[in-house]
């Protein structure tokens, strides 16, 4: 992908695309290099929430064995209104920009979106590692479209999300006591790697580590222009 979609129709034309392509899987290796993740916030300006031209707030952190390593951060205004499905138009382009805003290439990166649990089976997070050529997972709150129940285990423990029959996501428990998270398939990776790589990236906390730095600082990058 050379240019993000601007239109609906663009967007869904670029989504058959990257269907139709065959990437080769990534496997989580043992010795995991830099893990990036990027997120977006919003503020007060535009013409209002999930309107076109609402103030974005984009930032990516680069993370690696414990330890933070830098961020970078993008903003301006959203090019898109929200619209479900269609969540790339939206936010692709400054998530973008603030992941090639790291120093560092990194192994794999981490998206605040769904992946292969969309409607198209081609969400941000699928769009995003194409863009980036980078193996992607999604990571969120809930699932989109896919269900299935959440694990009753402990810390660890998954469960699978289907949709239609076929796995693209699953819940993932980082942390005894707390909601799970949900693992999508992304780009390049598939929805057992992706809740591999959450686990990977917990430490003791709901959020994978990467993907909390990133939303504190799209945060700040917020707090800095108010």
């Known amino acids: 992908m050379t240019a993000w979609p601007s239109t609906g129709e663009a967007l869904e034309r670029e989504e058959a695309l990257l269907l139709a392509s065959r990437p080769e899987p990534w496997p989580l290796p043992a010795a995991l290099g830099p893990v990036a993740a990027c997120a977006v916030v919003y503020g007060r300006g535009g013409a209002g929430r999930g309107e076109a031209g609402q103030a974005a707030y984009a930032a ?11 961020t970078a951060a993008a903003s301006g205004p959203a090019p898109a209104p929200f619209e479900f499905g269609r969540l790339a138009l939206r936010e692709g382009p400054l998530l973008e920009a603030a ?23 081609c969400g941000l997070a699928v769009l995003l590692g194409a863009a980036l050529g980078l193996p992607t997972a999604g990571v969120t709150g809930e699932p989109l479209r896919a269900s299935g129940a959440p694990p009753a285990g402990p810390a660890g423990s998954l469960s699978p999300l289907l949709l239609d029959g076929e796995l693209v996501a699953c819940w993932v ?19 057992e790697t992706a809740a591999a790589l959450v686990l990977a990236c917990s430490r003791g906390r709901r959020l994978p580590e990467p993907l909390r730095l990133a939303l504190e600082a799209a945060r700040l ?3 800095r222009s108010w």
């Open 99 to 121: 992941v090639r805003r790291l120093p560092e290439r990194p192994e794999v990166l981490l998206v605040h979106a769904g992946g292969r649990d969309h409607p198209r089976r």
């Open 221 to 223: 990058e917020r707090a």
């Open 60 to 70: 990516a952190a680069l993370w690696q064995g414990g330890r933070a390593l830098s």
């Open 173 to 191: 428990r980082t942390r005894g006591g707390a909601r799970p998270v949900v693992a999508h398939a992304g780009w390049r990776v598939a929805a």
